[in-house]
Structure formats: structure tokens, C-alpha cells
């Protein structure tokens, strides 16, 4: 590990939960302009979880504040692997270890509604899966590394050679970021048939642990989104932020636009792209190596 | 050569001797014990010896000449022929006995007419021979073992079966000394036999509770895997008779599938996707499940199964890029995913078992179809791995039910309260089969990293696609058994002592295989892969692909993965470990207990809910299966036709390729 790698790691672990929260209340702001409402203060999302930190502790039964809080460790180390340089392949799959985490968490404590949002969250798991797997391979075919240090050393920005993925990815992003056709699992929206099926059992702390832990995926997933724009080149991180940045508008405008879907058309349309965009470039990147 | 002649006869003599015990008794338990362990001591010592002092680079090889131990091998070869048709007859199952004769006439005839004599040896240590040695005299006994207890249980709950458990102690047994024969042999027509003797012992063995049901699964698995004896005797006669070779090992000196071995080869690999259940043969494997646990166990784990995947990895060096390769490949890929999605739809917990080792023998063969060393290293792992973690399974999940009378997967709802013990055992298993610091999914890694590398495309789509729904029917039995209903009791366990002889060694073994994996690849995989792919052979993979590197002699995990992943995950494997002892820590912590959330309508506990009527009304949560999607129902006909047509027209290629041009 360099010294290099250390430091982006520690920025990673202290600067994440802040511009997530900073990212999440800009999106409130704008839904609610989309909306014609005026929305929430932009620190809005900064209060919630502090608030749910200090309230009581409570909980379901004996295992579930542990798998919460295995759920947020397992979350926030991927995180690390990833700032650290280190195989894309290997976060992806401690984020799979995460995800299972906070899914016994639901299954634990045996309520109706928790169990739906665990079974419609690992129906999500499925749905993305393939994509986020075959990015990592669309990553390794052009670099001929997953280290994620490697990647980031490529002569041109990767979303050159690796379109299809890219579109791929973005559709997956959807789910992963809970915005609405595909927020089968839990949402914020009091119009959605189910609210918060996955957390709906949590309260408190446990629910904070939980809130954190999104915030670090979040960082982690744009920062796979913005793997496709960095190259060699220094200059490149700022065309990659500014990519970030629309990638999240986009999703919010999504978010607004379409109603959610039933979940069949979640699995099967996430498939179809994956086969058809991901797997022609995979095809393609294939052929040319 | 005593050494190997003990590890082959000994489950034999044990067997004999068990035939004769009928009753359940002290003394049965011993001569179980005493063979299971004998044969676990003798294995454990054989691979050190071997190990520290022979020659297993090149193989050593035992006894040119063999004419007696022939004559004895045909005339038992004729028994079983014997008393397949005398079953046959018996149930009016007749095309079997077709099956049987065209398998079993040709060898008795080479055997005697002295065709197949040979100098060469007809048997031949080295690395992969030890590690299978390994694998089946470990879990294998581990299964013995284990089946001491489940049967006596098994006869106390099925009081309608006859009791004939000595018989079936004894065919366990037997199983053992096939499949060490079958591993150790280099000889064609030895192996012939040895695979034959697993044929017939796997249809006895699920046939063992006679009931209908019973008896029509035990001839699909007999008359599969027949034709899987047919297609290897071809494989013989065309080796004997247009190469004039005798042994498995002539055939692998060959630098690249030349046409001339096309034909053989062809032959060999169908008669391996037969034994390891590939589609279109895996409904025999499904079938197996009215079997008693530990014939599920054992063929779905150590032995049986993994005779053609074993196989296959022995012939994977010829196979790159070639027609066969591709067949392999294909069957083995397509197998893996849709396997994985049958498996969701299941909710007989030994179904999902079932299932899951179709889909992940599936993958060992995509793996060995490959023919690079990368993938015959995953291969060999994924083998490893799946044989303890596999066995582990189905013997909790006999276990359970033997403890509830039931083995589905909904009814092991709330399993980590009410049997502590069993629920941490099968949280290993699934954590070991799904999520990754643990073996599966590392050998699992490697094979992606493999196959992006073989330029197979479609398999890196089956493996992506595969992974993903794996996890789904894995992780909601986990939820499941996870789930916590309030105020239910720990109950009491009717497990056995032999039981938990077994099971405990075998998750010991689980855990204990993640941290040494690397020094299993140093000393035993990597050696292997080097020597297989050695010289010429590896010209043609490098040739072929370019990109790929044969691994790296001095490094204890192959290429695929770092020193520096090894290191993360170690730290993941050890969060995990200290999960349970965080548990205590967090607890300590004061907290109020609440009721979980059911719009506020609980009637008192967890429960029960007042529903629209203001009745108090239970409530049952099931777990998600799709069957309107894909159930088995839907698409496993679908599968078996596609994959059946798919395997005629490559073969036919094949035969037509190699015999005629």
C-alpha cells in the first residue's frame, strides 16, 4: 500500500458521508424544483442521521443491530479496497458480502414487510450482478488489469473503447442509487406501494448504521461510474466529476419521470441490457484484443 | 504399492464384512468406524508419503503386468452385468439390459481374447491422483461415518422400508474402493471397470427404499450412466484398436487434439458429462434425492459426481480450442446458469442441494472444457471446495430432518433459534458456497478471470449471469433460516453422536481449507498444472492464446490471484470469525426490545396480526421461489432438449470428424 493509496483511503473514510449527504440534499432540492415545491434545507440530510444517532436504542431482536452493523463495515471496506487501488473484482464481491448482510438483517426479524423488501433487495442483487461483474471484466479486457490502480493509468478515458458497459452501468446505477422505476427495496416516496420494506424494521442507531452504509456505497458506485473518464491525462478528473454530476442529474430526472415498475420488468430489462449492451462490447473488446 | 492396493481393497473387505452384519449393533458400528477411519488414516498417510517421497511429477506408476487380477475383473464385470439384468427383468425395465450387454460384452471379450493386454502400468500416482485420494478418503469416510447414525434414525422414522441398512453400510463401502480404484487407475479398461462398479452401486443405493418412486429414479440413474459406460467403451475399443494404446496417459502425450484422437476423446468427455449429471443427463441426479442422506451425500459430493469432472481435468489438456472443447464447454456453461435458476425454484432443501451441484459441476467442466491451466487450477479448487462444503450441506440438512421430519427449506424458519448448532454449521456451508473470503467463490474468481482469458465469450456471460442467481437461492435459505420468530424455544437435538463426528470435521475442514488454500496450490495444483501443460502441450494453449501465462512456479496461489487479495481477504475471513464474539459486545449494550412493524396492528407478538376484521389471524411468511417464471416446470424441459440436440449434433460431428477423415 503507498503512501499514495493511504491517503485516499483516509480522504474516502472522512469525506464520503459529506458529500453523499451533500449530493443527496441537492437531489431533494431539485426533485422538489421539479416538483414545484421548494424542498428541505440543503443540509437537510446532514440532520436526519444525526438525529437518528441520538435517539433510543431499540431493536427487533438479538441479531439484527450486529448484522446492521456488519452490513456498514463490510459497506465502507469495499469502499477502502476500492480508493486503496486495489481489485475491482474484490470490492464487488465484499459489496455482495455487505448486501447479504443487511438482508438477514430484514429476513431477522421475521416482519411481513421487511421480508418483502429483503426478498425484492436480493431480487435487485440478481438484476445488477452480471452488469457489475461484466464492467469489471470490460475494465480488465481494455487495461488488461482489475487493479483499480491500473485502471486509472490507462492512456485514454475508458469510456471510449467501453460504451456498452457504460450504459449498462447507468442502468444499474438506477437501481443501486433506489431511484424510482427500480426502487423495489425501500424508498423515501410515500407514493410507492411499499415504503421502506429493507429498513423498515430498524429504528435509531441501527437505522443510522444503515444510512451511513448507503452513503459510503454511493460514493463507491460513482466512483466506478467515474473510472470510465479518467485516464493518465490529470485533467481527466475534473471531465470525470463533471460526468458524475450529470450521471446524478440524470438519475434524479429519471427518478421523477417513471413510475416504479413491477418486478419482473426490473429483472428482466436490467437483462436484457446487460446482454445486448454489455455483451456486444464484450464481444467487440474480445475481438479487437 | 501395498500402500495403494490397501486404499483400494480395504473399503472392499469392509463392505464384505458389513453384508453380514444385518442388525444394528455395537458391533457394526465398530466395523464402520473402524473402516471409515482406517480408510481416512490410510489416505491422509498415503498423500504424505507420496508426497515426501515419490516421484509425482511424471506419476509412478504400479503393476505392468496384471493377467490374473484382468481374469477376476471380467468375471466381476459379468456379475454386474448379471444382476442389472436380473433387476431389469425383474421391474420390466428392458432397454437397460441393451444398455448393460453393449458395455459389458466388449470388455469381457478384450479381456479374455487378451486384446488388451498391455506391459504399460495399470495404475499411476501422482498430483491430481493425491489430491482426489484425499478428497474421497477424507469426506467420503467423513460420510460412512455419518451414515452409521442416519440410518438407524432413518429406519426409526421410515418403519414402512425394510430394514436393510448392513446392506446399505456395505454399499457405501464399496463405493469408496470403486472410486479409489477408478482415481488411481491409468489403465483404461481398470478405469472402465471401476466406473462401471459406481454405475451399478449408485442405482442400487437409490433404489434402497424400493418404493416405485424409488426404483423409477435409481433406472434413470442406471441407465444414464450405462450410456455413459457405452460411449467410454467405444473410447476403448477405438484406443485399442486403431491407436493400439491401453492407457490414459498414452493418450495425453498427444501435444494437441490430433484427428486421430478426436473420436476417443469425444467418447470419453460424453461419458463424463453422463456421470457428473450435466444436462441434458442431470435429471438422474435429481432423482437420487430419494435416496437416504448419506448415498445424496456421497454421490453428490466426494465421489461419483466427481469421477467425470475428474475426468475431465485429466483430459483438459487436449482439449483447447478444439470441437470437443467447445462441447464441453458449452454443456458445462449452460449447465452452471441454468442449473442456478432451477435452483430458485425449489424449496425441497435437497433439491436446492441438488441443483447447486449440477450448476457447480457445471462449472468445473466449463473450467476443464478450457483447457488453460488457469482454468484447470479453478477447476481442481472449485473440486476441493465443493466436495467439503457439499457433503457438509446435505448432512445438516439430513440432520434437520431428522430432528423435524421435514427437509424443506420453509420449514427451517427460524432454524437459528430453535438449533443453534445446525444453523451455525449450514451458515458456514452457505457462506462457504456463496460469498467471497470463503473457497467457492475464490475458486469461482479464478475460473472468470480464466475464461476471459480463453476468449470464450459466452462462458464469461454464463459465469456473470450464473453468480448472480447462485446468490439468490443461497442467501434466501439463509434469510430463512436467520429469521427469528419471538418466544421460540431451543429444541432438542435427536442428531447422533456419529452424526456430529462428521459434521463438525467436515465445517472444521470448510473454514480451515480458506486459509491453507495457497499451500494446497503450491504443493499439489500448481505441480500438477505444470507437468499436464508441460512441453508440447502448452505450445498449443500459447499458441492458441496468447495472452494467457502458465503459472508461475514459486507463488502458492496462481496468478489469478494476488498476494494482496489473499491478504484482504484474510481480513474479511477474520471479521467474520469474530462476527458471534461482536454479537456478546453489541448485546451488552442496554436496549429496549420492540415488536416488529406490521402497520401497527400486532395482536401482542410477532406473530399474529388483527386483520380487516379486527380477527386475530397468524401470519406465514414464505420465502420467493418464481416458478411462473422460470420454474422447473417451464424451462428444465426446454434445457434437456436444447442441450440434448446441441450434444447429438457435435457428436455426431465428432464421430463422423474421427472415424472417417
Not at chain 1, 94 to 110: H, R
Not at chain 2, 44 to 55: E, G, N, P, T
Not at chain 2, 622 to 647: H, P, R
Request: hydrophobic share 55%.
Amino acid at each position: 500500500m503507498t503512501t499514495y493509496s493511504l491517503i485516499s483511503v483516509i480522504l474516502y473514510l472522512i469525506l464520503s458521508p459529506v458529500i453523499a449527504c451533500l449530493f443527496s440534499g441537492v437531489d431533494r432540492i431539485v426533485t422538489a424544483r421539479m416538483q414545484g415545491r421548494r424542498g428541505p434545507k440543503l443540509l437537510q440530510p446532514f440532520y436526519d442521521i444525526m438525529k437518528l444517532f441520538s435517539k433510543e436504542n431499540t431493536s427487533v431482536n438479538e441479531i439484527q443491530k450486529i448484522l446492521v452493523m456488519a452490513h456498514c463495515f463490510f459497506a465502507v471496506f469495499s469502499g477502502a479496497i476500492f480508493f486503496a487501488g486495489e481489485d475491482i473484482l474484490l470490492v464487488l464481491f465484499a459489496l455482495t458480502m455487505a448486501e447479504v448482510f443487511l438482508i438477514l438483517a430484514a429476513y431477522s426479524v421475521n416482519a411481513a414487510y421487511s421480508e418483502i423488501g429483503a426478498q425484492r433487495e436480493l431480487l435487485q442483487m440478481m438484476a445488477y450482478e452480471p452488469m457489475t461483474l461484466l464492467t469489471a471484466v470490460g475494465f480488465y479486457l481494455s487495461v488488461g488489469s482489475f487493479k483499480v490502480g491500473d485502471i486509472i493509468r490507462s492512456d485514454v478515458p475508458l469510456i471510449v473503447k467501453m460504451p456498452g458497459f457504460f450504459l449498462g452501468f447507468c442502468f444499474i446505477l438506477v437501481i443501486k442509487f433506489r431511484k424510482s422505476p427500480f426502487d423495489l427495496a425501500t424508498s423515501h416516496h410515500a407514493h410507492q406501494e411499499v415504503i421502506k420494506g429493507l429498513t423498515g424494521d430498524l429504528a435509531g442507531p441501527a437505522y443510522g448504521f444503515s444510512e451511513l452504509a448507503e452513503l459510503y456505497e454511493e460514493i463507491l458506485m460513482l466512483g466506478m461510474a467515474g473510472l470510465f473518464f479518467i485516464s493518465s491525462d490529470k485533467i481527466s478528473i475534473i471531465w470525470a466529476a463533471c460526468a458524475v454530476v450529470i450521471l446524478l442529474f440524470c438519475m434524479s430526472l429519471v427518478d421523477n419521470i417513471f413510475p416504479r415498475v413491477k418486478w419482473e420488468s426490473l429483472l428482466k430489462s436490467s437483462w436484457i441490457v446487460t446482454l445486448f449492451a454489455g455483451g456486444a462490447n464484450l464481444v467487440i473488446l474480445s475481438l479487437v484484443r | 504399492m501395498p500402500e495403494l492396493a490397501f486404499l483400494i481393497l480395504f473399503p472392499f473387505a469392509t463392505a464384505f464384512i458389513l453384508f453380514f452384519l444385518k442388525r444394528d449393533s455395537k458391533v457394526r458400528s465398530f466395523f464402520v468406524f473402524f473402516g471409515a477411519f482406517g480408510e481416512l488414516a490410510a489416505s491422509i498417510c498415503f498423500a504424505v508419503d507420496s508426497l515426501l517421497h515419490r516421484d509425482l511429477e511424471m506419476g509412478t506408476f504400479f503393476l505392468p503386468d496384471t493377467h490374473f487380477s484382468d481374469m477376476i475383473m471380467a468375471a466381476v464385470e459379468v456379475c454386474l452385468m448379471l444382476i442389472v439384468f436380473f433387476l431389469s427383468i425383474k421391474y420390466k425395465k428392458y432397454f437397460v439390459i441393451l444398455l448393460s450387454a453393449f458395455g459389458t460384452i466388449p470388455a469381457v471379450y478384450l479381456d479374455f481374447s487378451g486384446i488388451s493386454e498391455t506391459t504399460a502400468s495399470h495404475i499411476k500416482v501422482d498430483y491430481l491422483t493425491m489430491i482426489m485420494i484425499l478428497v474421497v478418503g477424507i469426506v467420503g469416510s467423513l460420510i460412512c461415518v455419518y451414515a452409521v447414525g442416519y440410518i438407524r434414525d432413518y429406519h426409526h422414522h421410515h418403519k414402512e422400508f425394510k430394514d436393510r441398512s448392513g446392506y446399505f453400510l456395505s454399499m457405501l463401502f464399496v463405493f469408496l474402493g470403486a472410486m479409489m480404484g477408478l482415481i488411481s487407475s491409468d489403465n483404461l479398461m481398470w478405469m472402465y471397470f471401476f466406473w462401471e462398479i459406481t454405475s451399478v452401486c449408485s442405482f442400487l443405493l437409490i433404489g434402497y427404499s424400493r418404493t416405485s418412486e424409488a426404483v423409477t429414479n435409481s433406472f434413470r440413474a442406471l441407465w444414464m450412466n450405462l450410456l455413459g459406460g457405452c460411449g467410454f467403451m467405444a473410447a476403448i475399443i477405438f484406443c485399442i484398436c486403431v491407436m493400439e494404446i491401453t492407457n490414459i496417459s498414452q493418450l495425453l502425450v498427444f501435444a494437441t487434439l490430433p484427428s486421430m484422437a478426436v473420436f476417443p476423446v469425444a467418447m470419453l468427455s460424453f461419458a463424463a458429462l453422463t456421470k457428473s449429471a450435466q444436462m441434458p443427463f442431470s435429471r438422474w441426479l435429481l432423482g437420487a434425492m430419494v435416496a437416504p442422506t448419506p448415498t445424496s451425500a456421497l454421490l453428490h459430493s466426494a465421489t461419483m459426481v466427481k469421477a467425470g469432472v475428474y475426468l475431465l481435468l485429466r483430459l483438459s489438456p487436449m482439449m483447447g480450442g478444439s470441437e470437443v472443447g467447445i462441447m464441453v464447454t458449452v454443456i458445462g456453461g449452460f449447465t452452471f446458469f441454468a442449473a442456478s435458476l432451477l435452483a430458485i425454484t425449489v424449496t425441497d432443501g435437497k433439491k436446492v442441494l441438488a441443483y447447486s451441484t449440477i450448476s457447480n459441476l457445471g462449472l468445473i467442466t466449463a473450467a476443464a472444457g478450457c483447457g488453460l491451466p488457469e482454468a484447470v487450477w479453478a477447476g481442481i479448487m472449485l473440486l476441493i471446495f465443493h466436495a467439503v462444503t457439499k457433503s457438509m450441506m446435505f448432512m445438516s440438512v439430513g440432520a434437520y430432518e431428522n430432528s423435524t421430519g421435514s427437509r424443506d427449506v420453509e420449514d427451517m424458519h427460524g432454524m437459528i433459534v430453535r438449533y443453534p448448532r445446525l444453523a451455525f454449521v449450514m451458515t458456514i456451508g452457505i457462506f462457504g458456497m456463496s460469498v467471497v473470503p470463503m473457497g467457492m467463490c475464490v475458486a469461482k474468481w479464478a475460473a472468470l478471470k480464466a475464461f476471459i482469458d480463453s476468449g470464450y465469450v459466452y462462458l464469461t456471460m454464463f459465469l456473470c449471469f450464473g453468480s448472480a442467481t447462485t446468490l439468490f437461492y443461497w442467501v434466501k435459505w439463509l434469510g430463512k433460516i436467520f429469521s427469528v420468530s419471538r418466544g421460540s424455544m431451543k429444541h432438542e437435538y435427536t442428531v447422533c453422536f456419529s452424526e456430529w463426528l462428521s459434521i463438525y470435521p467436515l465445517s472444521f475442514i470448510a473454514v480451515f481449507l480458506c486459509i491453507v488454500y495457497p499451500l494446497i496450490s503450491r504443493f499439489a495444483v500448481v505441480p500438477y498444472i505444470q507437468n499436464a501443460f508441460s512441453g508440447s502441450l502448452s505450445r498449443f494453449v500459447t499458441a492458441a492464446f496468447p495472452d494467457s501465462t502458465i503459472v508461475p512456479a514459486s507463488s502458492g496461489t496462481v496468478a489469478a490471484i494476488s498476494t494482496e487479495d489473499f491478504v484482504i481477504m484474510g481480513v474479511m475471513l477474520i471479521c467474520m470469525c469474530i462476527l458471534p464474539l461482536a454479537m456478546r459486545f453489541v448485546n451488552s449494550v442496554q436496549e429496549r426490545r420492540v415488536l416488529s412493524y406490521m402497520s401497527g396492528f400486532n395482536a401482542g407478538d410477532d406473530r399474529s396480526f388483527y386483520d380487516s376484521f379486527g380477527e386475530e389471524r397468524g401470519q406465514y411468511l414464505s420465502n420467493w421461489y418464481m416458478q411462473d417464471l422460470f420454474g422447473e416446470k417451464k424451462i428444465l424441459t426446454g434445457c434437456l432438449i436444447l442441450t440434448a440436440v446441441f450434444l447429438i449434433c457435435i457428436m455426431a460431428s465428432c464421430a463422423v470428424g474421427g472415424l472417417f477423415l
